[in-house]
């Protein structure tokens, strides 16, 4: 695992994505990237988190900055998670678990006595220039995505 703090710069990621095709991080350059870490499709938080992002895209393309929402799941369980909820944001599907790794949010959890290995919810703000601005760990999602926004919208001041 690469040091991922801020100031360094972004792991690359060229990765399958919802409605086929492919998203990289260079496809990002001379922009803002959001880039949120998320466990699963259509449990309760994830549903909630993507939705928030999606409520408030416009205002994110406003602020000049893309939206990405990444997990293990595959392109087609995102389609229909996109389907079903009406989603907007880019979703990449990142089964092999490297570009999570990198990002360093593949991490051992614990549940009801339970270990196993899971996605810590996790959000990056990358720079124009590829490096990371801001991270946001163990994100509590209510009131999140819109605090991710002012992050983004105090980039352009």
């Known amino acids: 695992m690469t040091d991922v703090s801020i100031g360094t710069t972004a792991p690359d990621f060229n990765l399958p994505r919802d409605g086929g095709g492919r998203v990289a991080l260079a496809d990002f350059r001379g922009?803002?990237?959001?880039?949120?870490?998320?466990?699963?499709?259509?449990?309760?938080?994830?549903?909630?988190?993507?939705?928030?992002?999606?409520a408030l895209a416009d205002q994110f393309e406003k602020a000049g900055a893309a939206v990405i929402g990444m997990s293990p799941d595959s392109a087609k369980c995102h389609d229909r998670f996109i389907k079903k909820h009406s989603l907007s944001v880019?979703?990449?599907?990142?089964?092999?678990?490297?570009?999570?790794?990198?990002?360093g949010v593949w991490k051992q959890k614990s549940m009801y006595g339970r270990n196993f290995m899971g996605v810590e919810r996790t959000t990056f703000l990358i720079r124009e220039d590829g490096t990371i601005g801001t991270i946001w760990q163990k994100v509590k999602v209510p009131g999140h995505a819109e605090i991710v926004l002012a992050a983004v919208q105090n980039l352009s001041r």
């Open 31 to 54: 922009k803002p990237l959001v880039l949120f870490f998320y466990p699963k499709d259509d449990t309760t938080g994830c549903t909630a988190e993507s939705l928030a992002f999606t």
């Open 90 to 103: 880019v979703l990449a599907s990142d089964e092999e678990k490297t570009t999570l790794a990198a990002y």
